[in-house]
């Protein structure tokens, strides 16, 4: 049962088919694959989108080596209680829930399942998904080889310890949203200006991609990169003016902390 590499995805919205998806671009054929979904419309969608078969999560729990979860963290305590009678220790679980700790899986489950906690997030879609991954109490380095071989196939993974998974969930689980928040502003203010919205919107992603690709290639800090994108007496250092004068880093700070608080507190829901 649990040496069949078999992988199956429990709860394939947003995040379950980003993963899939990635799985099945990696390489991986749809037969190794499962998917579970409460919402018959969408597993229905999924299964002729990518071919894959669709079970129930205790068919699931009694079938594949591998069983990702990634319902909602409020979802999480119903998933568990089902899956729990038919799962064995020789099984892994992936949990990818925002602020579900390792340890809230394990205690709900048969003793001695090993549980990796990962945070990954969308850009996964294009391949250049972050992923953070913890161990919890009962995973060796076979574990955390086998969470990084499935998340690899959406881009960049790295180990991190449990306590700092709600740090990470704020700034780069849910990082991709602050972005696209101030790529929506930038293009507003083209619109604001008289520029055409399609123009606008080609001068921000474009100016965006360029960006990330200057501080990945380049590994200068950002602080350098903006100094030199900042003329004495200019337009940028005018911008940047109005930034500070409106506590923008500051609010910057504020609103990843939420994001932390609020990770702290979905497991207690
Ligand atoms: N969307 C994102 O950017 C990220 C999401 N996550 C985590 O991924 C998880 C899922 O998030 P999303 O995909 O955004 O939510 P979503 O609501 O799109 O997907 C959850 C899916 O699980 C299904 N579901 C719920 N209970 C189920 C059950 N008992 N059995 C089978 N299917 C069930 C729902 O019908 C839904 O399709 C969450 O725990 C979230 O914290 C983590 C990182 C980033
Ligand atoms: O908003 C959320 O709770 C999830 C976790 C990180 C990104 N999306």
Redesign the pocket.
């Known amino acids: 049962m649990s040496t069949n590499g078999q992988v199956a995805i429990l709860g394939a919205g947003v995040m379950g088919e980003t993963l899939l998806s990635g799985l099945l671009r990696a390489g991986r054929r749809p037969g190794e694959l499962l998917i579970t979904e409460r919402r018959e419309e969408r597993a229905t969608e999924l299964r002729e989108r990518y071919g894959v078969d669709v079970v129930t999560n205790v068919e699931a729990a009694a079938k594949a080596e591998t069983l990702v979860l990634v319902v909602k963290p409020q979802d999480m305590p119903e998933l568990l209680a089902e899956i729990a009678p038919v799962i064995q220790p020789t099984q892994t679980v992936v949990s990818l829930a925002?602020g579900i700790t390792t340890g809230f899986i394990e205690s709900r489950l048969p003793e001695g399942v090993a549980v990796v906690r990962v945070?990954p997030?969308t850009p996964a879609l294009v391949d250049e998904g972050m992923a953070a991954i913890s161990r919890g109490a009962h995973c060796d380095e076979s574990h955390l080889v086998l969470a990084e071989g499935l998340l690899a196939a959406t881009g960049r993974v790295i180990r991190v310890p449990e306590k700092q998974q709600d740090a990470v969930?704020a700034i780069s689980?849910?990082g991709p949203?602050y972005i696209f928040f101030v790529v929506e502003s930038m293009i507003e203010a083209g619109v604001h200006m008289g520029l055409p919205r399609t123009t606008a919107t080609e001068l921000v992603v474009q100016t965006l991609v360029g960006s990330a690709k200057l501080l990945r290639e380049t590994g200068e800090h950002p602080t350098v990169l903006r100094e030199r994108v900042t003329s004495p007496g200019g337009t940028t250092a005018a911008a940047v003016r109005e930034l500070e004068d409106h506590k923008v880093r500051a609010a910057f700070l504020s609103a990843i902390e939420a994001a932390r608080n609020?990770s702290r507190a979905l497991a207690a829901e």
């Open positions: 925002a945070m997030n969930t689980g849910s949203a609020r």
